[in-house]
């Protein structure tokens, strides 16, 4: 087993899966010669050549409806936005196309792509480097949407994705590229789309999470523990579908919740979570289901001290817990 | 009407009997339609698109393709299209029933909005323009795998000003890839005139921009379109890249059965696009050439009328799809 | 006061509004000589002229984006997006431009914007004629996003939205453009954007919905109250803000909440009802948080069966309202 | 460099302080960003993107322009654009170091995404491209106003392949508003090189797609580009609607701090691209012209030295915003 960052997982499983079926590769700007702008695509332009590693012209909607045409044919690419603030420009590919593809032709027609975009701040990006856009696609039946929170999960995830025969939103925390490390198994292997995973047990308080608040809600746990508190962090990996049954067993265990992420709190993802909540366990609670998110404003500043005030971190998620396990 | 080399349809290796093959696929196109409008009328189906005066540029161009082999992403007007690419009649009025065995959407889509999977048609959505990318990918696709692939991809001049026609011929000009980007100009994007839509007045001045022909041929002359259309498939099998071809139509209905043409435009506009009817001039050719005759016509009209009611009857007795099945094909997980 | 029904008092207020302030103006696919498709805009062409009245090309994203910077030069643009299902190509300017430029100045630049859309099903528009797309745009600060379900609430709601200083979004259901007829005053009045209306009070059950919904709910709880039950009929007209205040009275006023909405489920707006509400009032309930929604698929269907299992009716909403009141 | 006319600064109708003043601009554009990248490698700043290589396409663009009068949707790269336009070096550092006081943002975007109220340069985002349909949408205002402005408006030539470039041209050709379209290609996109990016090579062939004329200009001569940008600001203001130029620049420097061009270029390519260098060619026109003296230049060397010099250090001492600054101007209601 070898140690891999989140980017190197990234490579790794593009590379793997590349080897493994002719019929994939990837599109995008920059993901050749210069190998990505965070390097998750470096040498694969040496290894796979220029038509299965395509730099693209500066155009989303073009990278995404070519893709679509491509996997019609047959072919499975796999789309790079640069930043995933960037990838308005072919929201209308996705929702129109994409995501109805199937659907509206009961399955004579398919999408199997995969879009991968690195998002996420505190990495010094301001409004348009740092946003978290996963609660823009939630909404639309057709797509899959996961968010891995580790490297091992990054390659099961990845392979899933790519091997999946419906289009997934593949978002990746630019902020973890190169924060965590961790053993990841050489042999492929597939982790399910739609399964949320336990990374913490405990009794006391439900944390449900995902990205890179799953490291900060760890964090926290192992502070609160010190104090007695035994948090169960759930890391729910995959957005849409939603893992009703692990987020329902989750809640119901210590009847405390705490939902946490990074994006805007208002609309956001914590919202469906909460609901399924208040529709399954309200008799299982003790204690309001709580939020801890991103403010309701436009996107995240650039400037050091507004940047933190908008970004989570250990401390923020210690507080939050720390008060629900007192409720 | 004549050339040094004889017959207009000779000069371009047409034979007599490809030339009545394509007169009876616009006689088809325009009578299937003819007769949506009166479903549509008598409260049988909800509404209707027409190819009324683009049949000879939606047969002249689909002529110079290989149905079975080349792929199709058309736009709603595309019923001469569709039926040169091998949909049939029955397929059609399934469509316009929205009956459960549509083979385009089952009834989930409005008519019009193809679909065909044997045929390499496309399933198509309602927002103008996307197709024309996803024509681009299959092209790269076919590229890819080394296929011996054309790709057919449509829109009106109205839809060709969104952003996706930029990307789309751009990113086809970068790779050469084998796509006609047909644009089937009527003038009108429902109410909105040319002159308050498309700066420069001409879609095919745009090609060279992207490095490729912009071609710009008469739309109700079929052969004029065939000519264009196969000089550009030629074109892009021999790896020459895509082409952009500009047929210059009339649209002699309203934008759909939705609208009413006569509130935005002057009567005698009206009365004198009559003389370009696509259908008109090609039966006058058919005739001047000799190969047309009032026995032969009134067969094709037979022909066409039995298919057509065939398919009409025929699919109106074909039941809706169970409203269950609504749920269904959202995923492939379903494993339907 | 006359008695216009919805799509009229759309008109009668654009042309109020036109007529009060100069820098009014109406700019949209076919919004002129023809009026528009639904006649929003009939007769405006002839007295305002076609400078004010104007007729776009076929593009989404500069119907948006050149009206964002004619606001930006201090006219006041009210854009036509022909059916919500068309405004994805607008996407990028909405979200990135539109809801981000006053931030992003301290308000040295701003936005006021209306974007005018019809939306909705029931009508045999098929999947692209029928989307309910709210959803995509309430998670974005910055934005307002308006739905009025009555021909009164129209006029007071739109001359609200293009007096803003803020870019708004008016989705208008086009089920509801020529179905229901009420008296409207002929003078100008304002109804404030964010701020709930209960449609009918009630002590027993609380519904909260917004749109054609409305209707149904309300129709649904004439029905009820012949069985002896009172449903209190919440309108929440604004979907961002939300009104959280009216939400939370209303729901701490009987504890019991049914959610209803066309649009799909999942991550939609009655996550955040619902999610408030949790929050909120946990203890003041006597019953999970219910919803009422659309199915979680890409879209409405265009065959009659399929049409009318996706979408709503009295009855739904009766049998709904009816086991919520004997939970 | 001589014509019949005399010197070539004179036929524009420039006089000797004129030259000096566009030179002076120049310089100080270059020396601005060159203590930019000593502020990145110094760690005092997080990011920057270079103007170095086209501050002869920005000044003699803006200097054709009115300060004051007409406005502005420049792009990242527009430093010298925002200088020519009235911003001054302390309101640039400001952007640079993210403080409180910064007109664009306060600290709330990044360096380069610029904006400046009171010298009409709209508020910037980091999408390309969306600021073109903007600068249409103020040429469309100002036409409703009846107001005598020209709006300029640019981009990078990668960047004129999205689907708002296209749309953004159409518009303001089918109303022929005054808007100029300033390309500015420096044959890169990050990476990506312009054989991968816009098919047909030339942005500039694709105006006449857009009844507008499309001009080709050297944009590393800073005269050049000043009688084309005069030219087009002529047409606009005479009503004769939009210009679309594509300056050709080169990229002497990096896409950005972020990235390293070295790993996708050749080491000879960076050494050709240095004989473009547009101040050396400036500089030497105007030592030619007799305009510049070794006094002059180390007078001008001084001055935009002092400037940067106050600007900077003024600047880096100026507090950032608080952090509840964060959550204002989301919406109007706050009353800020
Ligand atoms: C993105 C989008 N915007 C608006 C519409 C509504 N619409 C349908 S057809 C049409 C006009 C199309 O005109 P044109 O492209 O000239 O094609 P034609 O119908 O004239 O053949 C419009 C505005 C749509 N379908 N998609
Ligand atoms: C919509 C969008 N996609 C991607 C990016 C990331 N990006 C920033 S600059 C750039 C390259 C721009 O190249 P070009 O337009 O040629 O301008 P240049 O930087 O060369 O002056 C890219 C891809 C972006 N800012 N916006
Ligand atoms: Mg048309
Ligand atoms: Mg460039």
């Known amino acids: 087993m070898a140690v891999l960052n989140f980017v ?18 990837v599109v995008g700007e920059d993901v050749g010669k210069k190998g990505g702008v965070f390097g998750a695509t470096l040498g694969l332009f040496d290894e796979f050549g ?14 995404v409806g070519v893709g679509i045409g491509s996997a019609l044919y047959g072919t499975k690419p796999v789309c790079e936005i640069q930043f995933a603030d960037f990838i308005f420009p072919a929201f209308n590919q996705i929702i129109s196309e994409a995501a109805k593809m199937r659907y509206r032709s009961n399955g004579d027609w398919t999408v199997p792509m995969v879009i991968r975009a690195p998002f996420g ?77 336990v990374k ?21 746990a192992k502070e609160l523990a010190k104090e007695g508190v035994e948090a169960l962090v759930l890391d729910l990996r995959t957005l849409l579908p939603l893992d009703r049954e692990a987020i329902i067993a989750a809640a119901k265990k210590t009847g405390k919740v705490l939902i946490v992420h990074e994006a805007g709190k208002t609309h956001g993802i914590g919202s469906e979570v909460s609901a399924i909540i208040a529709e399954e366990c309200l008799f299982d609670l003790d204690a309001p289901v709580q939020r801890l998110c991103g403010p309701d404003i436009p996107a995240m500043p650039y400037a050091s001290p507004m940047e933190k005030a908008y970004m989570l971190d250990p401390q923020k998620c210690l507080a939050a817990m720390r008060a629900l396990a007192q409720f | 009407m004549t050339t040094e080399t004889g017959m207009r349809h000779h000069a371009l290796g047409l034979s007599n009997e490809q030339l009545i093959e394509m007169y009876e696929y616009m006689l088809q196109t325009r009578r299937i339609d003819e007769r949506l409008w009166l479903l549509q009328r008598g409260g ?99 590229r890819m795998r080394g296929d011996d692939v054309v790709v057919y991809t449509c829109c009106g001049e109205g839809s060709s000003n969104q952003g996706d026609f930029h990307e789309a011929l751009n990113w086809a000009g970068v790779h050469k890839l ?17 002159e308050k839509q498309l700066a420069g007045g001409s879609v095919a ?19 004029a379109v065939y000519a264009a259309a196969k000089e550009a498939h030629d074109r892009a099998r021999a790896g020459e890249g895509p082409t952009l071809i500009e047929a210059k139509c009339v649209r002699l209905t309203s934008h759909s059965s939705d609208d009413d043409q006569r509130r935005y435009r002057e009567a005698a506009e009206l009365e004198a696009m009559k003389a370009k009817d696509p259908l008109v001039k090609a039966r006058a050719y058919l005739y001047e050439a000799g190969v047309l005759t009032e026995e032969l016509e009134s067969a094709l009209e037979a022909k066409v009328a039995a298919a057509i009611n065939d398919g009409c009857d025929w699919a109106e007795a074909q039941p809706y799809a169970d409203p269950a099945f609504a749920m269904t094909h959202v995923y492939a997980e379903e494993g339907i």
């Open chain 1, 8 to 25: 190197e997982a990234v490579r790794e499983t593009l590379r793997q899966e590349m080897r493994r079926d002719k019929d994939v590769w």
């Open chain 1, 50 to 63: 220029e038509t299965r590693v395509q730099d693209s012209p500066l155009t989303e909607s073009a990278i």
């Open chain 1, 121 to 197: 701040g505190g990495i010094h990006g301001g409004l348009y480097h740092s946003q978290s856009v996963e609660q823009y696609f939630t909404n639309t039946a057709g797509l899959k949407v996961v968010v891995p929170s580790t490297p091992r999960d990054a390659k099961g995830l990845l392979a899933a994705a790519i091997r999946d025969a419906d289009p997934v939103l593949f978002f990746e925390h630019k902020g973890l590229y190169r924060a965590i490390k961790e053993e990841v198994p050489d042999e492929e292997y597939i982790i399910p789309i739609g399964k949320a995973d």
């Open chain 1, 200 to 220: 913490r047990d405990g009794s006391d308080i439900t944390v449900i999470t995902y990205g890179k608040a799953v490291h900060f809600c760890l964090e926290a």
């Open chain 2, 44 to 142: 049988k189906i909800a509404f209707v698109i027409s190819p009324q005066g683009a049949e000879a540029a939606q047969v002249g161009c689909a002529y110079a393709f290989r149905a079975g082999q080349d792929w199709f992403t058309p736009y709603y007007r595309d019923l001469g299209i569709n039926l040169v690419a091998g949909v049939t009649p029955r397929e059609i009025f399934l469509a316009a029933f929205a009956r459960g065995a549509c083979p385009a959407s089952g009834g989930k889509q409005m008519p019009s909005h193809w679909g065909n999977r044997p045929k390499n048609v496309i399933s198509g959505s309602s927002p103008v323009t996307t197709q024309l990318l996803h024509a681009v990918g299959i092209a790269q696709g076919a």
């Open chain 2, 178 to 194: 084998p796509v006609l980007f047909f644009i089937q100009n009527n003038e009108y994007a429902i109410s909105v005139s040319l």
């Open chain 2, 205 to 223: 001045k745009r090609g060279p921009g992207y490095g490729m022909p912009g071609i710009e041929v008469d739309g109700t002359d079929f052969l």
